[in-house]
């Protein structure tokens, strides 16, 4: 086990708010670990705690068995953060700005010229390293972020939600980046709001809402077990709320959005042969039928529930 959280607890302000409540989290070593919570649900402030950017309040956070305070300088020796914030300086070149981050560093000589070569390779900016970052695209900027946090060439490496405002092209290749870094044996700590980002890249995750851990497992596991068979029913407009009201009243059956409609059951025959007639009029549109275990995001919305945070107290 990497890392290791034993009734982790962080609180901020006067009078103090907690943000973090027993957390007991594992994070094993060489795994690609998905963090997935709301806003606010404390992600951004965990990771800060783990890479020894923020202290905790109380509890214990052991790397490889040895209190986090007592090894700090190895771990931020070894370790790469890509904050959520872009952390880069707008006026300078991408070039320059990898310079300065590495003299941050202290990287000297050769192996100052092969980790910023590692961290533009990684990132593919070999082309843009003149450029203003000012004027880089919302793409080049993340993966100039990135490439910031690579320059250590770190054994862990934790992104805080790294394709916030990209777009699918750049999305996909941050993401098989990240696959290739984890291959070659980095392990990774990924935050993110996409679950369908996470179900697909990541190899175990915790959700985590208010400040605790609700589940945490590999993603097959967590699915196999919590997750229940569902048949989905996804329509090219959007007529699920339209159509609802048209069929028969059935256990389970659920607006998931505009385009679809959910039936929790592990008789999909049934179900469709109960509502195949109003289903198969042509105005309905319906694009595909799917039957299966539940995608992360439901059984996300299940833990958290479907209230936004933003009107929380805290
Ligand atoms: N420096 C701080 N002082 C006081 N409160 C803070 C501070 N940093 C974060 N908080 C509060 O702690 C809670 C958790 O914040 P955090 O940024 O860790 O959440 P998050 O899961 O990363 O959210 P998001 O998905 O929006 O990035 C929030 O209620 C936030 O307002
Ligand atoms: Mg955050």
Same mark, same amino acid.
């Given at each position: ?54 202290? %905790? ?6 790397? *490889? ?33 990898? *310079? ?10 050769? %192996? ?13 900016? *070999?082309?843009?390293?003149?450029? %203003? ?86 993603? *097959? ?94």
């Amino acid at each position: 086990m990497l890392y290791q959280t034993i009734d982790l607890c962080k609180e901020y302000g006067k009078p103090p708010l907690a943000v973090l409540n027993q957390v007991n989290l594992n994070i094993p070593k060489g795994s690609l670990f998905g963090l997935l919570g709301p806003n606010g649900a404390g992600k951004t402030t965990l990771l800060s705690i783990l890479t020894g950017i923020t202290p %905790k309040t109380s509890g214990q956070v052991l790397v *490889n068995g040895v209190e986090l305070e007592a090894c700090i300088e190895e771990v931020r020796a070894t370790t790469g953060v890509v904050p959520q914030d872009l952390a880069l300086y707008p006026m300078l070149t991408a070039q320059d700005n990898l *310079n300065f981050f590495a003299d941050v560093l202290g990287l000297k000589g050769a %192996k100052r010229t092969q980790n910023i070569d590692y961290a533009v390779t990684t990132t593919a900016l *070999n082309h843009h390293l003149n450029k %203003k970052a000012q004027d880089f695209s919302g793409g080049l900027k993340r993966r100039l972020n990135i490439a910031i946090g690579l320059l250590n060439q770190p054994a862990v490496l934790f992104l805080d939600e790294p394709t916030v405002g990209i777009d699918p092209q750049t999305r996909r290749f941050i993401l098989e980046s990240i696959k290739s870094l984890n291959r070659e044996g980095v392990t990774i700590i990924y935050t993110s709001h996409y679950m369908d980002e996470v179900q697909n890249l990541c190899n175990r995750v915790a959700i985590i809402d208010r400040g605790t851990i609700l589940i945490q497992d590999e993603i *097959n596991q967590l699915l196999r077990h919590q997750g229940k068979n569902e048949l989905r029913i996804h329509f090219s407009a959007q007529n699920a709320e339209k159509l609802v009201r048209q069929l028969p009243a059935f256990p389970h059956l659920t607006v998931a959005d505009s385009h679809t409609l959910t039936v929790e059951t592990s008789n999909p025959f049934t179900v469709i042969q109960a509502i195949s007639e109003k289903l198969s009029a042509p105005e309905n549109e319906v694009e595909y039928i799917a039957y299966g275990q539940q995608s992360l995001e439901a059984l996300f919305l299940s833990l958290t529930g479907s209230d936004t945070r933003d009107n929380d107290a805290r």
